[in-house]
C-alpha cells in the first residue's frame, strides 16, 4: 500500500486480485480438487485401469452402445428440430409463440420427469400395453429398451434444438432466398443452396451439446434403462453397488474425454459461425 495525502491507499492492481480471490479459491476447491482427485484415482489399482474402457467387454459395450444412442438421438433431433425451426422462424401466424412456448416446455421438466412419461405411455399400465394386449392377447412395454430411452433422450433434446434452429431461421436474410427463387431455384436447391450453409453453424453448435447431454444424461437413464445400459449408469453401479471408486472414475475420464474431444471438435472444425448462424 501507498500514502497519498495522509491516507493509504491499494496499488491499481491489488483491488482486481481481492476480486478474483473468492473465484479463485471456489474453482480451485470444487474444479481443480476434484478433478486432480477424479485423475489419480485409477492409479490406485494400477495404471491398465485407465483403460479399463477398452479392455474390458462389458464396459466397451456400455461405452458403444451410450455412443450410439448419442448419435442416434443427435441425428433425430437436429433433423426434426431444423424443420420445425426452419417453419417458425419464417412463418408469423396466430399464436406463434404459444407454440413455441410449448414445444419447448419441456426444457423445465427433469430427466426423470421425462423417463415417467415414457412408463406412462409405454410401461406395463399405458396405453401402449393395453393396444397389444387388445391385438395380440399379450401385453407389450417398449419403455424399458432401447426404444424407450430413444424416445425420451429424444423428447428431451428437441426442445434446445428447436429452440437453436428457431433463432437461427429468424435471422436468415429473406433477400437470399428471394434471389434464389427468382434464379429458378426449387425447394431442394433453396435448401441445398441457402438454408443449409445458413444453418450449418447452428446444427454444429447444436449437434455437439445435443450428443454431450445425451452421453451424460442420469435421470433419464436412472428411470428406463434396465434392459439398456449406458455408461452413466454403469458408473453409477460402480461407485454406489460395489464401492469401486477407481473404476468408477476411470470409466468417469473416459465419458468425459470423449465428450469434450467431440466438443473441441465441433468448436474448432466445424463451420463458421456466419452472420444467419446461431
Known amino acids: ?3 497519498r495525502g495522509g491516507t493509504w491507499s491499494a496499488p491499481a492492481s491489488a483491488l482486481p486480485a481481492a476480486c478474483a480471490a473468492p473465484a479463485a479459491a471456489l474453482f480451485a476447491a470444487f474444479w481443480l480438487l476434484p478433478m486432480a ?3 489419480l484415482l485409477p492409479a490406485a489399482q ?7 474402457v477398452l479392455t474390458e467387454h462389458r464396459y466397451l459395450v456400455s461405452l458403444l452402445q451410450t455412443v450410439a444412442l448419442s448419435l442416434a438421438v443427435t441425428a433425430a433431433a437436429l433433423g426434426l428440430a431444423a424443420a420445425v425451426g426452419l417453419q417458425l422462424g419464417r412463418a408469423r401466424f396466430a399464436g406463434r409463440r404459444l407454440l413455441l412456448s410449448l414445444l419447448t416446455l419441456p426444457l ?14 409405454g ?9 397389444a394386449e387388445a391385438l395380440t392377447g399379450e401385453r407389450a412395454t417398449f419403455a424399458f429398451g432401447l426404444a424407450g430411452l430413444f424416445i425420451a433422450y429424444l423428447y428431451f433434446s428437441l426442445p434446445r434444438a428447436i429452440a437453436a434452429f428457431t433463432a437461427a431461421a429468424e435471422a436468415l436474410d429473406p433477400a437470399l432466398e428471394e434471389a434464389a427463387r427468382s434464379l429458378g431455384a426449387g425447394r431442394w436447391a433453396l435448401a441445398r443452396d441457402v438454408w443449409l450453409p445458413a444453418l ?3 446444427a454444429a453448435a447444436a449437434g455437439a451439446i445435443l450428443f454431450a447431454t445425451a452421453m451424460g444424461a442420469f435421470g433419464t437413464a436412472f428411470t428406463l434403462a434396465s434392459r439398456y445400459e449406458v455408461l452413466p449408469i454403469t458408473i453409477y453401479n460402480e461407485f454406489t453397488n460395489y464401492a469401486n471408486f477407481a473404476l468408477a472414475a476411470s470409466l468417469s475420464i473416459a465419458l468425459g474425454l470423449m465428450t469434450w474431444a467431440l466438443l473441441f471438435a465441433a468448436r474448432h472444425f466445424g463451420p463458421e459461425v456466419a452472420g444467419a448462424g446461431a
Open 1 to 3: 500500500m501507498t500514502r
Open 37 to 39: 482427485r477424479l485423475a
Open 123 to 131: 410401461g406395463r399400465q399405458g396405453p401402449y400395453a393395453a393396444l
Open 200 to 202: 450449418a453453424p447452428t
Open 46 to 52: 494400477g495404471w491398465r485401469t485407465y483403460f479399463i
Open 108 to 121: 423445465s421438466f427433469p430427466g426423470v420427469i421425462v423417463g415417467f412419461f415414457v412408463i406412462l405411455v
